[in-house]
């Protein structure tokens, strides 16, 4: 069977950095969106850089930031992979020499943003979010996970409300490459729990 991969996005403390990589996650997400409750300055994301290993993937998300912003964030960083939110074109994701997976927002009418997916020709994966357009992610948003394709002609992961109690039935019915979680393994936003990350990990191995 084909393993599903997991990330944890929305990291801003050591200790759940080290969590992560200890529990063998694939990816590892930080945030730059601005307004985003675990938005992380770019001194302090240098700090938690350092404890991300090459075999791990580290995924830098923007939200429209301005593009002399993200080219910061890359020369800084070095993340793996740009992951874009927001109203940003193919031509700007594809700029900064970094593979990219689109966020795509399904709560208002997946349906239609299904019908956008030719408008990033150049995105590594995709990524389906259950919030709404133009709103954040972690939000804890689900949506019906019966609306995605069977197939598409790349990867793609899935987000929002997953956690440890329905991730299996999620990853049974959409068949994702990867899931990404953050709401559903925190305490608190951007403070990730022990136990919750734990229980995830392993529900994520028993139904792959």
């Not at 929305?10 to 969106?33: E, K, Q, W, Y």
């Not at 700007?92 to 997946?110: E, H, Q, S």
């Not at 389906?128 to 197939?151: I, K, V, Y």
Request: glycine letters at 12%.
């Amino acid at each position: 069977m084909t393993t599903t991969r997991i990330k944890f996005c929305g990291l801003t403390r050591p200790a759940d950095v080290a969590g992560a990589v200890a529990l063998g996650v694939d990816c590892i997400g930080f945030v730059f969106a601005a307004g985003s409750p675990r938005r992380l300055t770019l001194d302090v994301a240098q700090g938690l850089r350092d404890a991300v290993p090459a075999q791990v993937r580290l995924v830098a998300l923007m939200m429209d930031n301005p593009a002399d912003e993200v080219a910061a964030i890359v020369s800084a960083l070095r993340p793996d992979v740009l992951q874009f939110h927001g109203a940003e074109d193919d031509a700007f994701c594809r700029g900064f020499g970094l593979p990219y997976w689109k966020a795509i927002a399904m709560g208002d009418d997946p349906a239609s943003a299904l019908q956008t997916l030719g408008h990033w020709p150049g995105a590594e994966a995709f990524l389906f979010d259950g919030h709404a357009a133009g709103a954040q992610g972690g939000s804890g948003e689900r949506f019906d996970w019966t609306a995605l394709p069977a197939s598409l002609d790349r990867p793609f992961w899935l987000a929002g409300g997953l956690d440890a109690g329905n991730v299996a039935q999620a990853i049974a019915i959409a068949r994702p490459a990867g899931v990404d979680v953050s709401s559903g393994i925190e305490a608190a936003p951007g403070i990730k729990d022990q136990v919750r990350t734990r229980a995830f990990v392993d529900a994520v191995r028993g139904a792959s």
